[in-house]
């Protein structure tokens, strides 16, 4: 049966994103240190169209995170183009001409447009402006059988996670400590705390993964 599966990189104090994020930087101030141990492995880097990279205890995991994925959903924070309204020049998201996802990707957003279709690679764009079981179910009907991937930012994971949508978390721990930002649970109510079941621990250079079973 297909799932709905998150992996977010966190900071040891909690944080997804560091503060005051820009246009710059837009993970917030020490926000990029979270993906460092990502970015240097070649499982992360090949579907990105990098060469070279590492192989360590990281590797399964990030190949495992990848494998399976029929469509990715995500918040208008992960996408981008700022809060509000959409304007001109029109914000496309971060990855250019060839996302690296390579299939559906459905933006969980209050301000309609049209969908990005036909770019580089199969990645498209929808954006969703009727809640989060509706992004759910387009996601699933394109996955076509396959898992759908739950991408940042944290607000969106959240609601997920209060709706009881979400069937498997993957935290990649970052011994870092960004002291201010976006907290991955931050906003979770004490009755809508998920009950999680541990399923594995993996330890690698610079990051510890700890994937977890959402139970129901």
């Known amino acids: 049966m297909a799932k709905l599966r998150c992996q977010i990189s966190v900071s040891l104090d909690g944080f997804v994103a560091g503060p ?41 995991v990030m190949e495992r995170a990848l494998e399976n994925v029929g469509a990715t959903i995500m918040g208008r924070k992960m996408f981008g183009g700022g809060p509000g309204p959409w ?42 402006t009727d809640g989060i079981e509706s992004a759910l179910e387009q996601a ?13 930012g944290a607000e969106v994971v959240q609601q997920y996670l209060a709706a009881g949508l979400l069937d498997e978390l993957q935290l990649h721990v970052v011994p870092v400590l960004l002291g201010g930002g976006t907290r991955l649970f931050g906003d979770l109510a004490s009755g809508a705390a998920p009950k999680l079941e541990q399923l594995d621990v993996v330890e690698a250079p610079g990051v510890t993964h700890l994937r977890y079973r959402v139970k129901r």
Do not use: C
Request: overall charge negative; aromatic content about 12%.
């Open 20 to 60: 005051k994020p820009s246009i710059e930087e837009p993970l917030g101030v020490g926000g990029m240190h979270l993906h460092r141990w990502a970015f240097a492995l070649a499982a992360w880097r090949a579907p990105h169209g990098r060469e070279g990279g590492e192989v360590n205890a990281s590797t399964p």
């Open 87 to 128: 304007t001109e020049p029109r914000w496309d998201g971060w990855w250019g001409e060839d996302p690296p996802f390579h299939h559906p990707v459905f933006v969980v957003t209050h301000h309609a447009r049209e969908p990005l279709a036909e770019l580089q690679g199969g990645t498209s764009f929808t954006f969703v």
């Open 140 to 152: 699933f009907a394109a996955a076509d059988g396959k898992d759908v991937s739950l991408g940042g």
